[in-house]
């Protein structure tokens, strides 16, 4: 069932990606090309992506730009942002991809799941990437201390990082800066990683 749909409306995607908002367009585009750098040290090619929690599809009309060859799907909850921006409505705590992505993109989006759905999403990321998954959302602890409460969502669910580590190292291994591969993915040298 897709769930929270009227939160994600105009208002909110203007409160919190206009000006002062938790990150726009220009900052995603340096994320986004850190990454598939990054993926190409590793020689990991990035021919297909799936964006998920799209939103304003920063990713996806990253991708599209630069790297028109790359198969992008971006899927989103909101009713209002797939009709706005084109992404294919749907609830990742509910919807396991057929087959995998070389790029899996989760920016921002797993604090709005809920408890009892929330490993699902996780195990639908888990199984969707091939090789790289590139993760972020607020801890119990950043939204204490480090996040600008002025321009973050506070109304989310607040998990701790061991938390989140608990579920998602039974698959994956940690590099950093945001960044997870399959444990049996690409080889990382003992110290290029963060995770074992
Ligand atoms: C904070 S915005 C992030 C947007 C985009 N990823 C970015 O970082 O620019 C959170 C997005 O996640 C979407 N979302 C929330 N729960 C979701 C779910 N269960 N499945 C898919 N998308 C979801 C919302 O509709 C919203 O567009």
């Given at each position: 069932m897709v769930q929270q749909t009227a939160r994600f409306d105009d208002r909110y995607y203007r409160r919190f990606y206009g000006k002062g908002g938790a990150h726009d367009r220009a900052q995603v585009e340096h994320l986004a090309t850190g990454v598939h750098h990054m993926a190409a040290w590793w020689g990991v090619p990035v021919r297909s992506v799936l964006d998920v929690?799209?939103?304003?599809g920063f990713w996806r009309d990253w991708y599209r730009t630069t790297h028109p060859t790359v198969k992008v799907r971006s899927i989103d909850v909101s009713e209002y942002a797939c009709a706005t921006w084109g992404h294919e409505r749907r609830d990742i705590a509910d919807w396991r991809p057929r087959g995998q992505f070389d790029l899996v993109v989760c920016h921002?989006?797993?604090?709005?799941?809920d408890d009892e759905r929330v490993v699902r999403a996780i195990d639908h990321l888990v199984g969707a990437t091939r090789s790289l998954l590139y993760l972020e959302l607020p801890t119990r602890d950043d939204l204490r201390h480090l996040v600008d409460r002025s321009a973050t969502?506070?109304?989310?669910f607040h998990r701790t990082g061991k938390w989140y580590r608990s579920h998602l190292e039974l698959h994956l291994r940690q590099v950093g800066a945001g960044l997870w591969v399959p444990r049996n993915g690409v080889p990382m040298y003992e110290l290029e990683a963060a995770g074992r």
């Open positions: 929690g799209a939103g304003m921002s989006v797993l604090q709005y799941v969502d506070m109304e989310v």
